[in-house]
């Protein structure tokens, strides 16, 4: 059963903390995406990687950066943690290219920063 | 801009009763079109995806969507919803079909079932 798994499932900072969120696929995948979720919003790409150290902006990356050192794992961090920060942070795994763009998700980390 | 947009943002229908819940897009050419699922506490789930060819797309759990060219929709249906449908709902293009697989959500519609 393909998996893909996040660090966290809850998890509360305090402003101005870094923070890392972690996330590790099986599925030998190509493409990993963070993405975080806001009611009424949806959810927004934060950043993305199609490759062991390759990434790109999403269309929300300030405040974040991204690491992919290997192939199964991409860590989301947040080097200083502030209140509108608070959100659902889903991440997403799919191989590359064409008919198999289908994405797959983890259950999320709600992350609360007080 | 390019956007996908799923007007409804509650719907309530009641156990047995059919389903249809919008999806919109703006895109020149014909997109991948995908549903996915979304149960409380959980991660998104795969419904069913359309790339090209027949427009009627059947899914998991009953669902199917049907692409509309000339509307620029993808309208997911169901017959007969059950209390276990109840769950929130995002439509997703992908108009690049390219390497990255990026794809741009929906805002999502959130489904409550009445007994």
């Not at chain 2, 509309?68 to 997911?76: D, I, T, V």
Request: aromatic share 12%.
């Amino acid at each position: 059963d393909v998996k893909v798994t996040q660090s966290s499932r809850y998890l509360v900072k305090r402003t101005g903390e870094k923070v890392f969120l972690e996330c590790v696929q099986d599925m030998d995948h190509e493409n990993m995406f963070w993405y975080r979720q806001d009611p009424g919003l949806g959810l927004r790409l934060i950043y993305f990687s199609y490759d062991v150290k390759m990434k790109e902006k999403g269309d929300i990356p300030e405040g974040y950066s991204v690491s992919r050192e290997k192939k199964e794992r991409f860590s989301l961090i947040l080097e200083s943690a502030s209140t509108n920060q608070t959100s659902m942070y889903l991440c997403a795994s799919s191989l590359a290219g064409g008919l198999n763009n289908e994405q797959f998700f983890g259950p999320g980390t709600r992350l609360t920063v007080l | 801009a390019q956007s996908v947009t799923q007007p409804d943002i509650h719907i309530t229908v009641s156990e047995g009763a059919s389903l249809e819940l919008r999806c919109n897009y703006s895109y020149g050419a014909t997109p991948y079109l995908f549903w996915y699922v979304q149960s409380p506490g959980q991660g998104l789930q795969l419904l069913l995806k359309y790339f090209s060819g027949d427009t009627l797309v059947q899914g998991i759990k009953g669902f199917e969507a049907e692409f509309k060219r000339s509307q620029s929709s993808f309208n997911l249906r169901k017959p007969s919803v059950h209390w276990s449908d109840a769950a929130e709902y995002f439509c997703a293009v992908d108009h690049l079909g390219g390497a990255t697989n990026k794809l741009i959500f929906g805002t999502g519609t959130l489904l409550a079932v009445q007994p």
